[in-house]
């Protein structure tokens, strides 16, 4: 068996295996830089010819992101090794963020692509129901991968029945359905789809744009610490990502400010990330008791291996739509331990208490404050860099792909 399957994956990755496939078409608003590691490991690792329709290319153009307050272009590799084709482009006035961008020509782009199966990535912003449309008439297998949960944001009993409803009838026309994580695998349930039609296919980040080793650790963390004003014994607390209401960086300078004088005196508070919230921060950090901080701005992803290894702890305590928190992956892989709020999607598959971090009440400064405390113990070990990168061993690339691959070949035959 074993011997078979190596001879179907060499057969697969030649040139003509790939160009006697019909392809895998993945249908998305736009390149994303989680995603399209994962399309080329496809291709390269699996032999499933990869091609995907995007509604715009503003992400590979630059665009403003509103939550983050900044323009930028990621600086990641995000249309190489698979076959990327676009509805529109910013050159000719398409829409820069995904809350907007058309799906008008995607059923006869679909048709043109001739896919064996086509594979969805989500069901909001409508771009993704009007594909979901588009792909339903194009009488192909559908298989989803998407940030699928029901903890993320609280509903009422009406808005929850109708989703519900609403969802099933997309799930059933699908003929494999990838769960990301845990509460993704749950929210399925919750729905009654069967098992046997759902894949694994975890959520994760491409490492090749960081330098998570010890021996990357050795290197970078005191530099970087140094030019942050970072003394060895104080300790560094990061919070990575957009600084908006939803992900709650204020209540971080809360909880620290509720901590004892002899723990809250050598900790320094690290925002890496843009956001309306800034000038609000300054405030609250300045107020009694004064908590030190770093405001660093926007990093780009080849960028954050030093502050990830300067770091002592990752912390995440967003309040809502947190469908998983992708920064705990990346810290995870640098051997960073991560305090979370429960409304964090990941917490349950990545965050181990005592092992990889903490895991806090939703909202709740002081409960936010205790786990800090249980946290910090953790810090300066090789044993828990260890554990946080086994654990999210797990969560790769690869690990993704293989899913994919194996829900396509599932409904598609050879």
Request: include cysteine.
């Amino acid at each position: 068996m074993i011997i078979e399957e190596q001879l179907d994956f060499a057969a697969g990755n030649s040139g003509a295996g790939l160009a006697s496939r019909a392809p895998l078409l993945v249908i998305e608003t736009h390149p994303v830089q989680y995603h399209a590691p994962v399309y080329r490991e496809l291709q390269s690792r699996f032999g499933i010819p990869v091609t995907a329709i995007y509604g715009s290319d503003f992400s590979v153009a630059g665009y403003r992101d509103p939550e983050f307050g900044a323009s930028f272009r990621w600086d990641s590799d995000l249309l190489s090794g698979y076959t990327p084709s676009f509805l529109s482009s910013v050159e000719t006035g398409t829409a820069r963020q995904s809350s907007t961008v058309s799906a008008r020509g995607l059923l006869a782009a679909i048709r043109d692509a001739r896919p064996a199966a086509i594979l969805l990535t989500g069901y909001s912003p409508s771009f993704y129901r009007s594909a979901w449309m588009a792909a339903w008439r194009a009488g192909c297998p559908l298989l989803l991968r998407a940030e699928t949960t029901d903890h993320a944001r609280q509903r009422g009993a009406a808005q929850e029945w109708l989703r519900h409803t609403a969802l099933r009838t997309i799930y059933r026309s699908c003929s494999r359905l990838l769960y990301v994580g845990q509460r993704s695998r749950e929210h399925f349930n919750r729905l009654g789809c069967a098992a046997d039609g759902l894949v694994f296919s975890p959520y994760c980040v491409d490492t090749a744009s960081f330098e998570p080793g010890e021996a990357s650790r050795d290197r970078l963390r005191a530099a970087t610490r140094a030019r942050l004003g970072i003394a060895d014994a104080d300790r560094l607390i990061l919070f990575s990502g957009k600084l908006s209401a939803r992900k709650a960086p204020d209540l971080l300078l809360r909880a620290v400010q509720s901590l004892p004088p002899a723990i809250r005196g050598p900790i320094t508070v690290a925002f890496l990330g843009s956001g309306d919230l800034q000038p609000a921060l300054e405030k609250v950090a300045g107020s009694s008791p004064q908590v030190a901080t770093r405001f660093l701005g926007f990093q780009n992803q080849t960028q954050l291996s030093p502050y990830y290894h300067a770091a002592d702890l990752l912390v995440l305590p967003s309040l809502h739509s947190e469908t998983w928190g992708l920064v705990v992956n990346e810290a995870l892989h640098h051997g960073l331990s991560c305090v979370v709020s429960e409304a964090v999607g990941c917490a349950p598959d990545l965050v181990e208490s005592g092992v990889t971090g903490e895991i806090s009440a939703t909202g709740s400064a002081e409960s936010l404050a205790v786990a800090l405390a249980r946290a910090l113990p953790l810090v300066g070990r090789l044993e828990i860099r260890e554990r946080c990168r086994a654990k999210v061993s797990g969560y790769t690339v690869e690990k993704a792909a293989q899913g994919i691959a194996e829900a396509y070949r599932a409904v598609v035959k050879s």
